[in-house]
């Protein structure tokens, strides 16, 4: 499903507002919750990236907006670094009330010491994870250096932080100073860590990383993400971290026997997600993306659906190849099978309502390598031709369609 829009109050009344994500047709197997970085939001393409990676692990997702910030409501200048806190509870009672009880923290620059602050006091979650957390939630002050001497004298200011203006008043720098990290690690004592940081990182230095990871208890990881910025704003070092993530949870948050899934005879249930054309799919309990290539509107995410109809008949072809080979004794070692098609998807897509269309071909080439001789190469290739999916995609197939109710 696409990610569904959210509302929920804290513990001032606040509204605030988050997106949820969840995995193709099925009750997710785990619930993570993001807190995004310090001025940013729920919508930074990053944070969208790694929830997508999620999603497709099996994971609901839930990222949303501090108060003051995106489209949730309140004042900025009233907020701090425990409200922010006091959020991420609100938004742990949601999810645990409306979904299931969250198990994974998830939290980006100051997000990150947020989600280390709170996890303690949520008995549900078994693991957190950080991208580019300072080690202390003061760290952030450096951002606003210049100004703090006249905050501090006069009760609040004008700052400039991301090219944007932001209202910060005396108890948020209050607030900051009075939290310290050390008892926060030692109440996650016993709970799976990982923190994640990129060593170029020129807004919140390594060497946070190396003090959290110091300070903190096993079992604890850390993943560097080399060549990274601050904001993961290249779309495939937070797909990377999105996707390191979710293996890395795997291995604390055990698999649970999905018995509320959603049953139906379906093999694949397709998805549209955010985007022009990203698709979700479901294949058993196997998660996987389809989207058109750039050349077609699409942002090239995953593979196409024609590429989806290639690889089917390319692994049906190899599997076939192997079953015959075993059952003849033969000494197949290894099968590639190449393919193309040769018509142009997107005009097939543009003209797909006309009644005459062309019919494309798939070309199909076959390397097999073993101690074989002519005959049974030959042979071979004569099986190739008899695969379940080409023998599928030969026949004129009948697609009933029919709509489902909302």
Known sequence: MKAQEV????????????????P????????????????????????????????QRGFGVLRFDFAGLGDSAGDFSETNFSSNVEDLQ????????????????IGHSLGGASVLMA??????????????????????LKLMAEDLA???????????????????????????????????????????????????????????ARYLYTHAHHPKSFISLDGADHLLSKGSDAAYAGEVMAAWASRYLPEEQNTDALQTEEQVVAELEEGPFLTRLRAGRHHLLADE????????????????????????TAMTLKMYARRKEWPLEEVQVHLSWDGKYEEDCAHCDEPKRKI???????????????KQ???????ANKCPVHKTLERSVHIHSELMEA
Do not use: W
């Not at 509302?7 to 969840?22: C, I, K, P, S, W």
């Not at 996890?119 to 952030?140: M, Q, R, Y």
């Open 7 to 22: 509302h929920f109050a804290n513990d001032q009344g606040v509204r605030l507002t988050g997106m949820v994500e969840l």
């Open 24 to 55: 193709a047709a099925e009750k997710p197997r785990h619930f993570a919750i993001f807190a995004h970085c310090f001025t940013c939001n729920k919508d930074l393409r990053s944070v969208r990236k790694i929830a997508l990676a999620l999603t």
């Open 90 to 105: 609100a938004a742990y009672a949601y999810v645990e009330t409306h979904h299931q009880t969250p198990d994974l923290l």
């Open 119 to 140: 996890a303690g006091a949520l008995p549900g979650i078994s693991a957190v994870a950080t991208i580019g957390a300072p080690c202390e939630p003061d760290h952030v």
């Open 150 to 208: 006249s905050i501090k004298a006069q009760g609040e200011a004008t700052v400039t932080l991301a090219g944007r203006q932001f209202k910060i008043k005396k108890q948020f720098i209050e607030d900051l100073e009075n939290h310290g990290m050390k008892g926060a690690l030692e109440k996650l004592k016993g709970r799976p860590l990982l923190f994640m940081h990129s060593p170029q990182d020129d807004t919140v230095g390594i060497e946070n």
């Open 293 to 316: 290539p750039r050349k077609a509107g699409g942002e090239d995410l995953g593979p196409s659906p024609y590429d989806y109809l290639a690889s089917g008949l390319g692994a049906c």
């Open 360 to 374: 494309g071909r798939f070309v199909r080439k076959i390397r097999i390598e073993g101690e074989l001789d002519e």
């Open 377 to 383: 190469r030959q042979r071979l290739l004569q099986i």
